[in-house]
């Protein structure tokens, strides 16, 4: 059974830093890529990075690049969301997801989302 | 960016209605076109992928169709527990836009 375990979430000042976790179990991790998706409270779903089965490609949205850094470590099946220079906007439920890539199908999709990991940035 | 616009942003409909909801993409994304469905305190769940494609245990009221820049999901008959946001999703940029999202609510 797939499962992702979200966690790190918490309240921090603007400015602050935070590092999310993903834990992953259930598949062959190093064979996909991975992704993370927010929701502001009350609002709709956001993509926000990804990051390659192998680690050494990563994406980000216009609104965190060169604040944000994705990761992975593929011994402890882990995903991880570096997040500095927080803003108030970046308050949102943090989801990590699967991602399943076949170009040759025209299929992008991600299929198995964690629970996500709560990130507030207040003073 | 790809602008993804769902229509409509909320609807109210009955157990064995049949609903559409629309999401247009602001410039051509071929097939790259996903569904999820959200209800409230859960996580996302993938229903369609590639435009038309069902995700395995989904139930077969639901459906998808569209290539280019109009899709449609489809559902045929209403059960409770499709109750819930759907939300549209393009995986043809890098930057992976999701539609605003639609609320389905019990008329």
């Known amino acids: 059974e797939v499962q992702l375990v979200e966690s790190g979430g918490d309240l921090v000042p603007p400015g602050g830093s935070l590092r999310l976790s993903c834990v992953a179990s259930?598949?062959?991790?190093?064979?996909?890529?991975m992704t993370w998706v927010r929701q502001a409270p009350g609002k709709g779903l956001e993509w926000v990075s990804v990051?390659?089965?192998?680690?050494?490609?990563?994406k980000y949205a216009d609104s965190v690049k060169g604040r944000f850094t994705i990761s992975r470590d593929n011994s402890t099946n882990t995903v991880w969301l570096q997040m500095n220079s927080l803003r108030a906007e970046d308050t949102a439920l943090y989801y990590c997801?699967?991602?399943?890539?076949?170009?040759?199908?025209?299929?992008?999709?991600?299929?198995?989302w964690g629970q996500g990991t709560l990130v507030t940035v207040s003073s | 960016d790809i602008q993804m616009t769902q229509s409509p942003s909320s609807l109210s409909a009955s157990v064995g209605d049949r609903v559409t909801i629309t999401c247009r993409a602001s410039?051509?994304?071929?097939?790259?076109l996903n569904w999820y469905q959200q209800k409230p305190g859960k996580a996302p769940k993938l229903l369609i992928y590639?435009?038309?494609s069902v995700q395995s245990g989904v139930p077969l009221r639901f459906s998808g169709s569209g290539s280019g820049t109009d899709f449609t999901l489809t559902i045929s008959s209403l059960q409770p527990e499709d109750f819930a946001t759907y939300y549209c999703?393009?995986?043809?940029?890098?930057?992976?836009?999701f539609g605003q999202g639609t609320k389905l609510e019990i008329k």
């Open positions: 410039e051509t994304i071929s097939r790259y």
């Open positions: 590639a435009a038309s």
């Open positions: 997801a699967r991602r399943i890539q076949k170009w040759s199908k025209r299929e992008d999709y991600f299929d198995y």
């Open positions: 990051i390659s089965g192998s680690g050494d490609d990563a």
């Open positions: 999703q393009q995986s043809y940029s890098t930057q992976k836009t």
């Open positions: 259930g598949f062959t991790f190093n064979t996909y890529a």
